[in-house]
């Protein structure tokens, strides 16, 4: 019994840096947001306002605690009604493109996916 409780400390020591690991993160760079979680991120919609104009996604990101993450989708609705969106340029590391991200948007142009 005294062997399980000395390990179910170091159990939960490692129970908890997992849980860290897998939090998501919100990251905004060069006026485009994404949520990373693990290693992966996700475009996403801006928290306030719109996107406009031309938007170059980049291919990897990192959180403020320190870990890169790759860009591998755009979120469901992440550009839906930008009206003043008109060039998107995506990542080789895009996997995935949500149902509706680019719902609404008139003005776009050109989409770039290598």
Same mark, same amino acid.
């Given at each position: 019994? !005294? ?18 690991? !897998? ?56 550009? !839906? ?34």
């Amino acid at each position: 019994m !005294q062997k399980v409780l000395l390990l179910l400390p170091l159990f939960l020591a490692a129970w908890n840096s997992h849980a860290v690991a !897998q939090e998501k993160d919100t990251v905004e760079v060069n006026n485009v947001r994404y949520i990373c979680e693990g290693t992966k991120a996700s475009v996403v919609s801006r928290a306030s306002g719109k996107y406009s104009g031309n938007i170059v996604v980049s291919d990897t990101v990192r959180t403020k605690a320190g870990v890169l993450c790759t860009v591998t989708s755009v979120a469901k609705n992440a550009f !839906q009604s930008c009206v003043n969106l008109s060039k998107v340029t995506l990542p080789s590391t895009i996997s995935t493109i949500g149902e509706g991200a680019f719902n609404g948007c008139p003005s776009v142009d050109s989409l770039d996916i290598p």
